[in-house]
């Protein structure tokens, strides 16, 4: 549907009339001309056409704060640029040669060039992030940008170099922008707008989704994109990351809640989920790439209910409850019922996904969460299969409690309750081990498909239990005795 947008793209305000289910790429690139922003696969997973992001991010204190991103413009919808500011590569280096460039350029890391833009955003929008600056950081800023032809070492490199001249950059933004202006980094002019984020045209209340029945909803786009590179003219649409309540994650004594439109970088970057299960960000890298990450919601990847999704299988070892809403209503079951069938869930029309709710574990004993994944690459691919586990276990190597998902092992993503019934209350062992393997292989009904057999799922249904109980027992060595 058209209506009226505002936002800036590089150091000019727009104002226009358009379809807000456009994406993003196509208008800055035909009606634009900013071709440096290339067209590479049209799925999130070159990073040819990333720009630079900024919005205002409504923080606990009445203030709003600016934050800078880098965003893959293939998976933007124009109706989402309202009352936010884009950077393209073109904007980045209006007065010539950046720091970013002349460090990919010194280092030999550009060769046909057609990649070189979205890595030079990339690594500007690195060193917009603020916080400390690191080789390791600088590598995983860069994770979802691909190139063919000059090999990863000398982009490392660049990397490193930059770290090395900008590592102390001020914290608060407005010193920061004036610093990587007056280095270069970006243009003087622009650096001045990016603090100045313009004001939507359209109001923020009528991109929060109503419930109505011929809204498209759109949280992150990183599926819906995908399935529609160039989506038909739409009626409403709606775009979840408008209503600040959606992006929020707080608790109570029993339960955090997880708004539909929270990132998957931002439920793993989160205090209170860190907290509460220790240990459990260490598994952000296995899901997708940096970009997709600061796009993709939660509640999105569960409801595009691939079997083999990976948020999927945390928050059903998690106990998640789904908190559905219409325009005059709510309900909430558990999220292991809201899979019906194959890509279906049990949402009805005009209905929404409002929040996660994940219950707190009990102080009883030990919370161990662990996340298990088979891909053909270890980063940035769809798992064969996977699993996650969160247990609760005592000082005498007894399970109190534990929940168990898997995926890729049945029509539905599902929890393997047979074997968390037989676990409860069980000092484990090797022989424990073993039947508690074997019941989940019972409890599944996998096929046979271009990324493994049945029987080969099975097998790695079996491994995942000898690693959950590994990890939460590591004293038992459970892994050698399998291999011995």
């Given amino acids: 549907m058209k209506?009226?947008?505002?936002?800036?793209?590089?150091?000019?305000?727009?104002?226009?009339?358009?379809?807000?289910?456009?994406?993003?790429?196509?208008?800055?690139?035909?009606?634009?001309?900013?071709?440096?922003?290339?067209?590479?696969?049209?799925?999130?997973?070159?990073?040819?056409?990333?720009?630079?992001?900024?919005?205002?991010?409504?923080?606990?204190?009445a203030d709003a704060e600016v934050r800078w991103r880098s965003?893959?413009?293939?998976?933007?919808?124009?109706?989402?640029?309202?009352?936010?500011?884009?950077?393209?590569?073109?904007?980045?280096?209006?007065?010539?040669?950046?720091?970013?460039?002349?460090?990919?350029l010194d280092e030999g890391a550009s060769q046909c060039g057609f990649c070189s833009p979205g890595f030079v955003v990339s690594l500007t929008a690195y060193l917009l992030r603020g916080g400390a600056l690191t080789e390791e950081g600088a590598i995983r800023a860069v994770e979802g940008n691909l190139c063919r032809c000059t090999g990863y070492g000398s982009i490392k490199r660049a990397g490193a170099r930059l770290v090395e001249r900008f590592g102390n950059l001020p914290e608060a933004l407005p010193q920061r922008l004036e610093e990587l202006s007056r280095a270069g980094v970006i243009p003087a002019e622009i650096a001045v707008l990016m603090s100045d984020i313009p004001e939507p045209a359209g109001s923020v209340a009528s991109n929060v989704p109503a419930g109505g029945e011929d809204a498209l909803t759109i949280g992150g786009g990183t599926d819906f994109f995908v399935r529609n590179p160039d989506p038909e003219p739409q009626g409403t649409v709606a775009f979840v990351d408008r209503d600040p309540a959606l992006r929020l994650i707080s608790r109570d004594e029993q339960t955090i809640r997880v708004g539909a439109s929270v990132s998957v970088q931002e439920f793993f970057e989160s205090s209170i989920v860190r907290n509460l299960f220790p240990g459990i960000e260490r598994y952000e890298s296995q899901f997708a790439s940096l970009p997709i990450r600061t796009r993709a919601t939660l509640a999105g990847n569960i409801t595009n209910a691939s079997p083999i999704g990976d948020m999927t299988a945390i928050l059903l070892a998690l106990q998640t409850n789904v908190k559905i809403r219409t325009s005059t209503a709510t309900r909430t079951l558990p999220l292991d019922s809201y899979f019906?069938?194959?890509?279906?869930?049990?949402?009805?029309?005009?209905?929404?996904?409002?929040?996660?709710?994940?219950?707190?574990?009990?102080?009883?004993?030990?919370?161990?969460?662990?996340?298990?994944?088979?891909?053909?690459?270890?980063?940035?691919?769809?798992?064969?299969?996977?699993?996650?586990?969160?247990?609760?276990?005592?000082?005498?190597?007894?399970?109190?409690?534990?929940?168990?998902?898997a995926g890729g092992v049945g029509p539905v993503p599902m929890r393997l309750s047979k074997t968390e019934a037989y676990l409860r209350g069980k000092r484990v062992d090797r022989d424990i081990a073993s039947r508690a393997a074997k019941l989940a292989g019972e409890e599944c009904a996998p096929i046979d498909d271009v990324r493994g057999s049945a029987t080969y799922r099975r097998t790695l249904l079996g491994r995942f239990i000898w690693a959950h109980l590994e990890q939460i027992f590591p004293e038992l060595d459970l892994i050698k005795e399998l291999l011995a």
């Avoid at 293939?74 to 460039?101: F, N, Q, S, Y």
């Avoid at 270890?378 to 534990?402: F, H």
Wanted: glycine fraction near 8%.
């Fill in 71 to 104: 965003a893959l413009s293939c998976l933007l919808a124009l109706g989402e640029l309202d009352g936010r500011h884009v950077v393209t590569i073109e904007g980045i280096g209006a007065r010539g040669v950046t720091p970013v460039m002349a460090a990919m």
């Fill in 3 to 61: 209506r009226a947008l505002r936002f800036r793209l590089n150091g000019k305000l727009f104002e226009i009339f358009e379809r807000e289910e456009m994406v993003a790429l196509d208008w800055i690139r035909r009606e634009q001309g900013l071709t440096g922003t290339k067209e590479g696969c049209r799925e999130g997973d070159c990073g040819a056409c990333m720009v630079l992001l900024g919005e205002r991010i409504q923080t606990k204190s």
């Fill in 340 to 405: 019906v069938s194959y890509r279906r869930t049990a949402l009805e029309k005009a209905e929404q996904v409002e929040s996660l709710l994940i219950p707190i574990p009990p102080k009883t004993g030990r919370a161990v969460f662990n996340f298990e994944k088979v891909a053909k690459r270890r980063n940035l691919d769809i798992a064969s299969a996977n699993s996650a586990c969160l247990a609760i276990a005592d000082t005498d190597r007894r399970v109190l409690e534990i929940s168990l998902s």
